[in-house]
């Protein structure tokens, strides 16, 4: 999978500040050269401004694919990421586009800063699209990836798009459906209510019903750990998760530190915003925010509640489309599994129920293909059916 390092350069032979770093990047087979000692390499190659570099693998090995403009062509160049060398070399005469006027344009830091006001997170590109006058930037926050578009002249915001961020998982390691939902089951009991693989974590997300009480596990796909167990039981919500790396004073931790506001009064706050019900509270250590999603007669609110100042900030909301209740002439989740499997033989790695449509959507693998079906939720028919080559 390609990461963008570094983006654009405005004036200059090489100008790579003010945009994500690589310094450093420590990897399994070691460190590599960072976005400006590779942006350098480039240029002692060829002469022209370095406008992307792209980080990849190719064959095992990962190297840098870097752009360069000159006064007259453009050159696509290949670099072993590690030692710099010239691996390939392209090159194509262009007419370079000036339609940009660099003395007019915010500049890329105050594009930057413009679209974190927006959205708190990482900067992963930021460049200038000369054609068309504006700034791209894309930024990272909690599994989401925010892509911006920004005026070059007035600053303002044209386009924002949000959009969750998918890795693909080697499905092929992973411990199955079942046997996540067997060991959430083993763990409190009940009935499972949904389950489904994250790709772009690597778990399997289940969530149990048992008697008045709603528990959502996190189970590692591969080796079938416990990662995160949340109970719900009415307005309160107690969370056991198990950290990464140990808390190190820097990111304020609910349980041991007295400078942050307590969810109690996260919650308390969130209402004062919007007047409803409380449907799930949690901390997110990473962030240093409270995550309160609020229901109204209408809508579904996310409301991020900082764990130290107690300002509330709505990310989303979402109108409520209200079905009627009739889970109870459902097949169930074994009887779905058992059909999906009578059409297509492998292991089962998404199962969900689209409630609205009243189908649940199965995806399934053996290896070499990738089945998904939609089964009708109350007759067991099977209402559509796709295989194609998994994309690993």
Request: net charge negative; proline share 1%; glycine share 8%.
């Amino acid at each position: 999978m390609k990461k963008m390092i570094t983006a654009i350069a405005l004036t200059g032979s090489l100008a790579v500040t003010g945009v994500v770093a690589a310094a450093g990047i420590q990897n399994n087979a070691g460190k590599i050269l960072s976005s400006e000692e590779i942006s350098k390499k480039a240029l002692s190659y060829v002469k022209g401004t370095v406008y992307k570099v792209e980080l990849d693998k190719e064959k095992g090995v990962q190297v840098y694919e870097i752009d360069v403009r000159g006064k007259s062509k453009e050159y696509e160049l290949t670099l072993d990421a590690k030692t710099g060398k010239l691996l390939e070399k392209k090159t194509e005469t262009t007419k370079v586009s000036n339609t940009v006027n660099n003395k007019n344009v915010i500049g890329l830091a105050k594009a930057k800063e413009i679209a974190l006001k927006s959205v708190k997170g990482s900067v992963k590109k930021a460049k200038l699209d000369r054609e068309d006058g504006i700034y791209e930037i894309e930024i990272i926050r909690a599994g989401y990836e925010y892509d911006f578009d920004i005026n070059a002249y007035s600053g303002k915001i044209v386009k924002k798009e949000k959009e969750k961020i998918s890795k693909k998982v080697e499905t092929g390691k992973v411990i199955g459906l079942e046997k996540a939902k067997q060991i959430a089951l083993n763990n409190v009991g009940g009935t499972v209510q949904k389950a489904k693989l994250d790709k772009s974590d690597g778990v399997y997300e289940i969530e149990i019903i048992n008697g008045t009480t709603e528990y959502e596990f996190e189970i590692h796909a591969k080796t079938g750990e416990i990662l995160k167990k949340e109970s719900e039981v009415a307005d309160d919500v107690i969370t056991t998760t198990k950290p990464s790396t140990p808390n190190t004073g820097n990111t304020a931790n609910p349980s041991t530190s007295n400078k942050v506001i307590g969810i109690a009064k996260a919650k308390e706050i969130a209402l004062q915003s919007v007047n409803g019900t409380v449907k799930k509270a949690k901390y997110d250590q990473e962030d240093g925010v409270y995550e309160i999603e609020i229901l109204t007669a209408d809508y579904e609110y996310e409301i991020d509640v900082d764990a130290v100042t107690g300002k509330a900030t709505i990310t989303d909301k979402e109108r409520i489309t209200k079905t009627p209740n009739t889970t109870t002439s459902y097949i169930g989740e074994q009887k779905a599994s058992q059909i999906a499997l009578t059409k297509a033989k492998g292991t089962i790695t998404k199962m969900e129920l689209d409630e609205e449509d009243g189908v649940y959507e199965i995806e399934v693998k053996d290896g070499v293909y990738e089945y998904e079906l939609e089964i009708d939720a109350k007759t067991g028919a099977i209402l559509d059916f796709e295989k194609e080559y998994e994309d690993d």
